[in-house]
């Protein structure tokens, strides 16, 4: 099956240090042949000041567009405007935080992982701070691991296990979409608002329908978790995005558990692991289901 073109899709609000090395990490990853990239603004604290860092960044660069919405959409509208109003390809979708760095072939290699099955609807990649999604994920108990000490990691182990797995849900840190499932079931629930837990409703969601989610093992992005949010503000989000997920999904947490715990035994075997570091992990990611950082 051929891989369709990708149009990548950055929610800006504020933190320009962190935004800065994602766009870099974009210009350096991406190709005007298949990669669209759209930053779309939405009005942050510092919205006219990363405005103009952003335009400076990208002049010159065709396939970079940056879009400032009229007034603040919260996460979940921005990422929806951005989808179905500012793009309007027929491309699949990569959503992408703006506290990541993309490796050199991650893309590529997450489009030939969602072009490999027809059923697949999402795929995300490995990376050093991403809940079921943290390379090596014993490192999870530990709220992520160093970044440059995972991603060495990464490179040294990453062909031992398979090119992807099954997942309960995606990582909305970075996320790839089938566009033909966007446009079957539409994207995220204004419920989550803010954010937090909007990707977990979407692949649970399209799930039903007999979609799947998968992590792909063999590509990698960088997390590296800048601070929209108070911490206040971002555990009552989490708070609140939990109490949906469980009333909708109440089979997702166990299904969570057994996922790492399968997933724990097998890196277990293949890295060396101990097993006293993956039966706390288990216990600590059983707790914090809809914590992303």
């Known amino acids: 099956m051929a891989k369709n073109k990708l149009t990548i899709i950055v929610p800006v609000y504020g933190d320009w240090p962190s935004l800065k090395e994602c766009i870099e990490s974009l210009q350096q990853t991406t190709n005007a042949d298949t990669h669209n990239v759209i930053l779309a603004n939405d009005c942050g604290p510092e919205a006219d000041k990363i405005e103009a860092n952003i335009l400076k960044l990208i002049k010159g660069q065709s396939n970079f567009r940056y879009v400032r919405n009229e007034q603040n959409l919260g996460f979940v509208g921005n990422c929806n405007n951005a989808v179905m109003n500012l793009d309007s390809t027929k491309n699949d979708i990569v959503l992408l935080n703006s506290d990541t760095k993309v490796t050199p072939g991650a893309f590529e290699e997450m489009a030939a992982v969602l072009a490999s099955d027809e059923r697949i609807a999402t795929v995300s990649p490995r990376s050093n701070n991403a809940t079921i999604c943290t390379f090596p994920l014993s490192a999870i108990h530990d709220h992520g691991i160093e970044a440059s000490r ?8 990453k062909q031992k296990l398979p090119r992807y797995s099954i997942a309960p849900t995606g990582h909305g840190f970075c996320l790839m979409i089938r566009r033909s499932v966007i446009k079957k079931y539409g ?7 803010k954010g937090y837990g909007e990707e977990v409703d979407f692949c649970r969601r399209v799930q039903k329908h007999g979609w799947k989610s998968v992590i792909a093992h063999h590509a990698y992005v960088f997390h590296l978790e ?3 949010f108070s911490l206040e503000t971002k555990a009552e989000l989490i708070m609140n995005s939990r109490k949906i997920i469980e ?15 399968e997933a724990l035994t097998l890196e277990s075997r293949l890295f060396g692991s101990k097993s006293h ?3 706390q992990a288990v216990r600590v990611r059983a707790k ?3 914590r992303r950082p």
Do not use: H, N, W
Request: hydrophobic letters at 35%; zero cysteines.
């Open 187 to 193: 994207l995220f629930d204004t419920a989550f608002g």
């Open 247 to 261: 009333a909708r999904y109440p089979e997702y947490k166990s299904e969570v558990t057994q996922y790492i715990q």
């Open 226 to 228: 800048a601070r929209s």
């Open 277 to 279: 570091r993956l039966k």
């Open 150 to 157: 995972s991603f060495r990691l990464f490179e040294r182990q």
């Open 288 to 290: 914090r289901l809809l």
